[in-house]
């Protein structure tokens, strides 16, 4: 009975991989009760002898029935560390070679593929390129068609076409002054028609005439002068011919000019002067009959300067009419005062009304 008391409940539990047992008492302290229980009775109560005795071995057999048992905490290291060897252990060497080699099929692969020769890309590209490269030359070939068409159309024109649309291209500039002088008009005319049909019937007179389209109406000039008495004299001899007359002072606008050449500029600034000496010049032969020789002197020196002028370095066409008629104006002007022939002042008038339209248009232009 007292080799079943010495027995102890016995609890080992593991810490860190290390052992510490934890003894239950229980059973010693229930056998000092009962060893107490007893003497009590032996002494005082033995009719409860039995009964201590019944709930003793009880005790014990409770005792007997329990099973001895560990309490094992894992350390977390340890663990961690056998889990990766247990990781380690369950691949085989078999599975890790073949892992890798499935790593590097796979990265051999790639590079064969990046380096690897792509027929249908070659092909698609090479097929852009020509339908790219034979586009443009097409494209090339139009422009140099269409070139050689304009450049073909330039060439058939006519030399005076070429200058009628030839613009000068120097670096001159100039201010270009306003020119006032004295006209007789024939008549004012709505249509173009009109005005042509009474030209021709003062031309056949003898009366210099030239038309002027003004405000969207078509006028007929037959005469100048030098002053408003002296434009109305005139307008008395030619209306003795049969013409309509009106006198009026008229003023041809000038302006700025740019891109005019050197010799473009120095006929623009003889030729209002001159245009003057030729007007007092025709107003002295129709009205007395003669041009003085100091008035034809200047005119020769005038006509000097012209001619000093390359004619082939004036490209503008206002510059070049104007030019053309200035001179002759001044050519008819030494015919009268040689000859006295009144074909030569109405000449010398048709050419002055010229110029100074002329002039006009090239300010307006």
Known sequence: MMDKDDR????????????????????????????????????HHKIEKNEIADELAAATKESESSDHFDWILPDEDAFAGKWEESE?????????????SIFSSKKSSIRKNKYQFNPSMFFTILFAIVIGTGFGLMMLNLVNAEKGELAGQTAATTPGEAKETSVAGGAES???????????QGGVFNSSESAAGKKE?????????????????QVLFIGLADSIEDAK?????????GAEVFAKEYIAAGGPLENLSAEEKKVLEISPQLFNQLTSSVTAGILSGEISGEAVEQLEAY????????????KNKGVISAKDAITKAIQQAN???SSSDDKALVQLQQHLLTFLFAYQDLAQS
Do not use: C, W
């Not at 210099?208 to 389209?213: G, R």
């Not at 005139?234 to 011919?241: D, I, T």
């Open 233 to 241: 004299q005139v307008g008395k001899q030619l209306e003795g011919k």
């Open 303 to 314: 006509e000097a300067r012209l001619s000093e002028i390359d004619e082939g370095k004036i």
């Open 88 to 100: 380690a252990v369950q691949k085989t060497p078999e599975e890790k070679s073949k892992n890798q």
């Open 201 to 217: 019937a003062y031309s056949s007179k003898g009366i210099p005439a030239l038309i002027k389209p003004v405000n969207d109406q």
């Open 8 to 43: 102890r409940k016995t609890i080992t539990i593991k810490l860190n991989g290390n052992s510490q047992s934890i003894e239950n008492n229980d059973s010693a302290s229930n056998a000092e009760k009962s060893e107490k229980a007893i003497g009590v009775g032996e002494n």
């Open 174 to 184: 100039m201010e270009l002054p306003d020119i006032k002088t004295f006209v007789v």
């Open 335 to 337: 015919a009268f005062h």
